[in-house]
């Protein structure tokens, strides 16, 4: 949600030819665009769009002002209504509440911003040993540190003191809200509260009118745990809507004409130092709806370079979807043999980085060149699965004139005999069956963004496991009956996740959804403590996930009593559902070449696929005898 100021700021930031073709038809004009003026009988475009300088002007009748002003004698609506008109048509959502001046929410944005000066000040004044070690061991400027506004939580409670500072007829007031907020929290030793962040770089996160509305921090001593930890949602804190560091890169974003999206604070600041300062990194592996709109509306030049780990390609395969259906053809930027921007700068530098971003390819032809092998199958079925797993890829495009070239494209890559007309029926018939029935898919399937992050989850340089994922293996409907008994067991047991098998059964989970919580669940079970761990699954059933993954997350934490099994008992369990997990991918195979059998074309094709069919009958025969 945002206020009717920060939708009016989001409106200032873009382009008012974009606005005004929401209203009006415009046409492009050299630099600047152009228009029928509808303010008087006009019959020549006289009407002229200036992007740089965000203006209209009728030559003829004088009409003339920014794109507020346009929509309000258009519509003919009072200014604030013509802001809630064009946030509407921008995707921003306005909470009527905030800007009808709210008391508690106003306390809040003071606090955060009380807390945030208060950080910057321990680390500039004080200098503490490890803050200063930090900035040296990851290189950071002080021109860095000055924009991001970097600090340092000392362990003297220093929030609480400022905050008892307070006169009293607010203090009340800013406790309770800097609790909600998690700054503080009550004393396990009797009355009173402590300061949440102690002994932590800390990182103010701004919304895009550079507001703090919560905080990112990295632990410093040897022994804490754990080594992230941020703000949770709350009435300031929407992360699904802010995206970090935009209030320092949106001037840059217009003036280049391209924004970069990376997933880490420290690659943010990474590549501003370096002179990339038009890139923004998202709250967690994710961007939601308003900001796919919200930087659609800025540029049409996205470079994804998020992590170059699996975890790092499925969150920008979900977002190159969303950018895909937005009619935007977002690039990729490869960062290898480095995994991320902020090491690769500081491996090979500005000008190597500059280079891999003028030669980017489309992240559409990223994917699509992964799915097909370096050598070529000889089998026609086995071709014909390729271009199926590409057909998924091109979905979010839809029929258009792009997607038919790249379906050509690949199947005569593949060496595929039919006609292109043919092939452009057959991907045709493909997305009229996606609207009527659900279809495994490969990995690259396009995904609505999902937060990410619980409360403790990090957003600072998070780094996902680097665990193998299977193209083949990812589904995004129905959760199997193995899967569901899984990821029971795991969440009430969570101890079994650091068994050796766990690798080879993370590569057999067919479900998305399944799958990221058994790698959430990894990543945080040694950070944390084990006490802490009932709470890391509450924060998890707030975010938005589907329904029958929060009624398993509810069951196994009534089912949790936090006694550990035997490491024998352990292997047993997971040795049964690593089986049961070959079973149902078996019988998922076998029914989809039931389906594939319907629709064969020759008696020779059936009969291959029914021989498909019986192989995997004699493998889950087997199976069951072991």
């Not at 029935?437 to 619980?454: C, D, H, L």
Request: charge should be neutral; proline fraction near 4%; aromatic fraction near 8%.
């Amino acid at each position: 949600m945002a206020s009717i100021e920060e939708a009016k700021d989001i409106i200032k930031n873009t382009s008012i030819s974009t606005i005004i073709s929401f209203y009006h038809p415009i046409t492009k004009k050299g630099a600047n665009f152009e228009a029928i003026c509808p303010f008087h009988g006009d019959s020549h475009p006289s009407l002229k769009i200036n992007d740089s300088k965000g203006i209209y002007k009728c030559f003829a009748c004088g009409a003339a002002g920014d794109s507020i002003k346009f929509v309000q004698d258009k519509l003919n609506l009072d200014f604030i209504e013509a802001i809630k008109d064009i946030a509407k048509n921008l995707g921003i959502d306005i909470e009527e509440k905030k800007f009808n001046k709210n008391p508690k929410y106003e306390m809040g944005l003071r606090v955060l911003q009380a807390a945030s000066k208060l950080y910057r000040k321990v680390a500039s004044e004080h200098h503490p040993e490890h803050f200063m070690e930090f900035l040296k061991k990851r290189n950071l400027t002080q021109e860095s540190v000055d924009d991001f506004q970097i600090g340092y939580a000392p362990s003297n409670n220093a929030l609480m003191h400022y905050l008892g500072s307070i006169p009293d007829k607010e203090k009340e007031m800013a406790m309770a809200v800097a609790k909600e907020l998690g700054l503080i929290r009550d004393s396990k030793r009797g009355q009173g509260h402590y300061d949440f962040y102690r002994d932590r770089i800390m990182f103010p996160v701004w919304d895009h009118t550079a507001k703090v509305r919560g905080f990112s921090s990295r632990a410093v001593l040897p022994n804490q745990k754990p080594k992230y930890l941020n703000s949770g949602e709350s009435f300031i804190f929407d992360k699904g809507n802010i995206l970090y560091g935009f209030n320092l890169a949106k001037s840059h974003i217009r003036d280049k004409d391209a924004v970069i999206v990376v997933e880490g604070n420290m690659d943010v600041i990474s590549l501003h130092q370096f002179g990339f300062k038009n890139s923004v990194a998202t709250q967690g592996v994710a961007l939601s709806q308003s900001s796919v709109r919200l930087l659609s509306n800025m540029t049409e030049n996205i470079y994804l370079g998020m992590d170059s780990d699996n975890a790092g390609i499925i969150a920008m395969t979900r977002i190159n979807s969303d950018f895909l259906s937005a009619g935007i053809i977002p690039k990729y930027i490869d960062y290898s043999p480095s995994k991320d921007p902020d090491e690769f700068l500081n491996q090979f530098g500005r000008l190597e980085l500059q280079k891999r971003i003028e030669e980017a390819p489309t992240f559409l032809d990223f994917l699509i060149q992964k799915e097909i092998p370096e050598s070529i199958p000889a089998s026609t079925d086995q071709k014909l699965r390729i271009l199926e797993k590409v057909f998924h890829i091109l979905k979010p495009l839809g029929a258009g004139l792009l997607a038919n070239e790249k379906v050509i494209q690949v199947a005569k890559s593949l060496g595929l005999r039919s006609s292109d007309e043919d092939i452009i029926n057959e991907f045709k018939s493909f997305l009229a069956q996606q609207k009527q029935n659900s279809f495994p898919k490969s990995s690259y399937t396009s995904q609505k963004p999902q937060p990410e992050m619980a409360v403790n989850e990090p957003i600072l340089e998070e780094k996902a496991p680097d665990i193998a994922i299977d193209s083949s293996q990812i589904r995004t409907n129905l959760i199997t009956k193995a899967e569901r008994i899984l990821l029971e067991t795991l969440l009430s047991h969570p101890e079994c996740v650091l068994a050796q098998q766990m690798t080879e059964i993370l590569d057999k989970i067919q479900h998305f959804e399944v799958k990221r919580i058994v790698q959430w669940l990894r990543k945080i079970y040694l950070e944390i403590d084990e006490s802490e761990y009932p709470l890391f699954v509450q924060e998890k059933m707030k975010e938005t996930l589907p329904d029958e993954i929060k009624k398993i997350l509810a069951s196994s934490l009534f089912n949790y009593r936090g006694h550990k099994l035997d490491q024998k008992v352990i292997e047993k369990m997971l040795g049964d559902l690593n089986k049961k997990l070959d079973e149902s991918q078996l019988k998922n195979e076998r029914d989809e070449l039931r389906k594939k059998q319907l629709h064969a074309l020759s008696d020779e094709e059936g009969l291959a696929i029914l021989n498909e069919i019986q192989q995997i009958e004699s493998k889950l025969l087997a199976l069951r005898n072991k």
